[in-house]
């Protein structure tokens, strides 16, 4: 093994330290070192060899940091599968990526068990717990059989930072693998530790799930620095102030929905939570009034950041600033090169909105679709199809979207996906899907109907239908029906039209 190994060295230098706290469960980093090195040749043994792609459909837990430790160990690519998708949908991302090997919690050995029919090509399937269906592979008996000595030839090329693949929703109603060939480059990595100002000496808590890319990455530079992990397995707001309270938890990333429900337990029943230091908000826009909200409950502590998993963390917001500048997502980060661009391809002005575009060197690439990659890309620079302004003191401020995409609790969903569930219905004629405010998710998914003549489906009745064929965050949780959907004379939906009507008097347009 290469001797830059970054768990290897935090096991030889403090092997006692806790690493992963997990449901009372302490995994030091000596142990985590071990289990990471049983994984990584568990992984070889299969036959996957580096860069191979292996899909983890589970919630958090302290084997899922064995399992990405021993990923990165054997320089293969991690695929986080989001685990409220359904069959054909995780069938899909494993078609997609190509997996060699597929990973379910013991809560999800059955969804990855429907998919199989679907999936191309031969594929491992391993489960953890004690249920291993027929055809399946034992996650502990593996283990048990692997070494726990460091894999020939893994961490090569430096200090082995994890290879991940993000599946990101596509406007087209399919996901696409949001990756970086290369990994992420050490200095940005480092950049992010220094900006946020995170120490060995900090206590994480891991709320949000693990597939996240913004969740996985905190917890992973925690990791990196030495740092202990509390992993809550899924966000439960009283356990997330308890886990607080108990570990003495210094930092934690969060989508503001999470936010929200924290600051309600907590005022419903105080825990002493002076240990943090820093709440790391992003994933969605972070409304002004909960800002006030949480600052007075636990004090100057907020930071806010605007970016992608496909082109990192662009702009940073500091506590300071976090009510002097109300609705901004921050100022540039070092080594971002921002452009806001107008409908003529031109720099706007300080004051006028722009689609945000950004050149670094964290950009990602999709998998297997240069079409979609170079279509995102214009003279180097990368859109999400974000729209922002910049004031003179150059503060961004993220306003609108140029896409359809609704983003809900901090989820991300595309219309189109829902869109092509709806119009299987033997009743629907024509729908459109779009995001409507509500207090607690920011947005949430509303559908627009035109039954077909005759037709008497209900709104129950059609959310239903989606909730059988699609992820259950991303099915309408309202239903309208109209006479007519609005549709431009060569057929494309009229979304802004549709859309000014609920959002009129929100105060906001995202």
Not at 85 to 100: H, I, Q, T
Not at 149 to 171: R, V
Not at 193 to 200: P, V
């Amino acid at each position: 093994m290469a001797d830059t190994d970054i768990l290897a060295g935090h096991a030889a230098t403090k092997p006692a330290k806790p690493a992963v706290v997990f449901q009372g469960r302490v995994l030091d980093f000596d142990s985590l070192n071990r289990r990471a090195n049983r994984a990584a040749n568990m992984f070889l043994s299969l036959g996957c060899e580096p860069d191979d792609r292996v899909a983890v459909m589970s919630f958090n837990s302290a084997t899922g940091f064995e399992i990405t430790n021993g990923l990165r160990k054997a320089g293969l690519v991690v695929t986080g599968i989001n685990y409220r998708l359904r069959g054909p949908e995780v069938a899909y991302v494993l078609n997609d990526s190509g997996a060699r090997v597929v990973v379910a919690g013991p809560d999800h050995v059955d969804v990855v068990e429907t998919a199989r029919s679907e999936v191309i090509g031969d594929v491992r399937y391993i489960a953890v717990g004690d249920r291993v269906p027929a055809g399946w592979l034992g996650f502990e008996e593996l283990m048990r059989a692997a070494s726990e000595e460091a894999p020939d030839g893994s961490d090569a090329d430096g200090p082995g930072l994890l290879k991940s693949m993000t599946y990101t929703s596509g406007t087209t109603g399919h996901p696409k693998g949001a990756w970086r060939p290369k990994g992420i480059n050490l200095e940005n990595v480092l950049q992010v530790i220094m900006i946020f100002g995170l120490t060995e000496s900090d206590v994480h808590l891991m709320c949000g799930p693990g597939y996240h890319s913004a969740v996985g990455f905190f917890s992973a530079l925690h990791q990196l620095l030495g740092s202990t992990v509390v992993v809550q397995q899924k966000f439960e707001a009283d356990d997330a102030l308890d886990l607080i309270e108990r570990n003495r938890v210094t930092t934690s990333f969060m989508a503001p929905t999470l936010l929200q429900r924290l600051l309600d337990a907590q005022e419903r029943r105080p825990r002493d939570v002076s240990s943090l230091r820093a709440l790391i908000i992003g994933a969605a826009p972070f409304p002004y009034a909960l800002k006030q909200r949480a600052e007075s409950v636990f004090g100057q502590i907020l930071w806010e950041f605007y970016g992608a998993t496909e082109t990192g963390i662009n702009t940073v917001l500091r506590p300071e600033d976090q009510l002097r500048k109300p609705g901004s997502c921050g100022t540039a980060v070092p080594g971002q090169e921002i452009r806001l661009v107008d409908a003529e391809g031109r720099d706007a002005p300080d004051g006028t909105p722009g689609e945000f575009m950004v050149r670094n060197t964290w950009l990602a690439e999709y998998y297997k679709r240069p079409d979609a990659t170079s279509s995102s890309l214009h003279d180097g620079y990368f859109s999400v199809g974000d729209v922002a302004y910049r004031d003179d003191e150059g503060y961004y401020y993220i306003c609108d979207r140029q896409i359809d995409m609704i983003i809900s609790g901090g989820v991300n969903i595309y219309p189109a996906e829902v869109e092509a569930v709806l119009h299987a219905h033997p009743a629907v004629a024509d729908a459109a899907v779009i995001g409507v405010p509500d207090d607690q998710w920011g947005e949430s998914v509303k559908a627009i109907v035109q039954r077909r003549p005759g037709a008497s489906a209900t709104a129950e009745e059609l959310i239903a239908f989606c909730d059988a064929r699609i992820a259950g965050y991303k099915k309408p949780r309202s239903v309208d029906f109209v006479d007519e959907i609005p549709r431009e004379p060569a057929g494309k939906l009229l979304k802004r039209k549709l859309r000014e009507r609920y959002w009129a008097g929100a105060g906001r347009t995202i």
